[in-house]
């Protein structure tokens, strides 16, 4: 039975109850938030993740065989937080996971593994894994489970929808993933994840193992097959996505959201290339090196420490305004600055779709927001 506390902090009740400010409008770009609910257990509660790593970085594991020629040890940097898609976990054990497809499709020890933070849509809690470990009193397994995606830990719901329109894509209720094949198809993983960074607050990220290019000898970085048929469906969909993505870019921008690829030979091209091990030091430098700070003197009071280093209130003002000028800059950077002459602000485009999500001419604008899809010389990280 749930029992009433017996006293309460008064100061937790008041910051529930008041938060930063009173009757503080939601917004996507400076406030990492929407009011609508995008993640849900498997009873259908909401669980209120947006924002929750609020202008942190993010990197995104995809299944490309470049992958496997990192040094993955650097992952492990602390600082560096990693999204898989699919079965890339195969490779490295990451802090999350998502999948779209039949979760038969992916291991059962990423399922059931409570480390992996797992994001599925929600038809999928009620679906069995297949069971593929390889148990040390039993060996290899391999049929059907009895366990189903809802009975594993530390798993995500989230709605989907299937009309991919660019202008939109950031600021849906639902998550897109692609056309469905009555609009041409193409659907991905990797649109899902996106949206969802986007959504949990990260506003970088770095993609690994993004090579959109599939043949005979150059499937996957972990053991699987394709038949000739599945490489010229998923180099279809490749084609797709680097539209799709050079489309996107400038929303992105927008909302200052970056991205940045880490692969030389990727095949997509419209995000600007970073080198993997500057990546690392990017991501982490807001950390530090955690092997030589200061922990001595660290349960001390404020005020003994402030006494100790004769900083008076005034003072420390002016440092909180640093750090908070630190964690939210604004938008006067470069970045934004590009952002703005490569594409409108997306709550500015004045425009209505038809039944078929297609743009239609509105009485404030003659024709339908098309914004400028940036090239990477347009673009200077």
């Not at 009011?35 to 209120?48: D, G, H, M």
């Not at 069971?131 to 809802?150: A, C, M, T």
């Not at 949990?200 to 038949?227: A, P, Q």
């Amino acid at each position: 039975m749930r029992m009433k506390s017996l006293t309460k902090d008064q100061n937790d009740i008041n910051q529930l109850r008041y938060g930063r400010f009173r009757n503080m409008g939601a917004t996507v770009s400076s406030e990492y938030y929407q009011p609508s609910p995008f993640f849900f257990t498997r009873e259908s509660a909401v669980l209120p993740l947006v924002g929750i790593y609020r202008g942190t970085s993010a990197f995104l594991i995809c299944s490309g065989p470049s992958f496997a020629s990192l040094d993955k040890n650097l992952l492990r940097t602390p600082g560096v937080w990693t999204m898989a898609t699919n079965n890339a976990s195969v490779s490295f054990k990451t802090n999350a996971s998502i999948t779209v497809d039949d979760p038969c499709r992916f291991n059962a020890s990423m399922w059931l593994n409570p480390f992996i933070t797992k994001f599925i849509p929600c038809s999928h809690f009620e679906k069995p894994l297949w069971d593929n470990r390889f148990l040390e009193n039993k060996g290899q397994q391999w049929g059907p489970s009895n366990i189903v995606v809802g009975d594993c830990p530390n798993v995500i719901g989230f709605r989907r929808n299937e009309k991919f329109v660019p202008e939109r894509f950031l600021y849906e209720d639902t998550i897109n993933w692609g056309d469905h094949k009555k609009w041409g198809g193409g659907r991905s993983v990797m649109l899902a994840a996106l949206r969802i960074l986007f959504l949990l607050g990260f506003r970088k990220v770095y993609l690994l193992g993004v090579d959109l290019y599939m043949s005979g000898d150059k499937k996957y970085h972990f053991d699987e097959e394709r038949t000739p048929n599945a490489i010229r469906g998923n180099m279809s969909t490749y084609k797709k996505l680097i539209d799709r993505f050079a489309k996107l870019q400038p929303f992105f921008l927008a909302e200052n959201f970056i991205v940045k690829n880490c692969n030389p030979e990727s095949k997509l091209t419209a995000f600007p290339f970073i080198k993997y091990e500057d990546a690392i030091n990017e991501a982490t430098s807001v950390v530090g090196d955690t092997s030589k700070e200061k922990t001595s003197g660290m349960y001390t009071s404020l005020e003994e420490k402030m006494s100790a280093l004769n900083i008076n209130k005034k003072n420390m003002e002016e440092n909180k305004s640093k750090v908070a000028s630190l964690q939210n800059p604004p938008k006067t950077n470069v970045v934004y600055q590009q952002a703005q002459n490569v594409a409108p602000k997306p709550q500015e485009a004045t425009f209505v779709v038809d039944k078929d999500m297609k743009p239609i001419e509105t009485a404030q604008t003659s024709n339908p927001v098309v914004p400028k899809t940036p090239t990477p010389a347009d673009i200077k990280m």
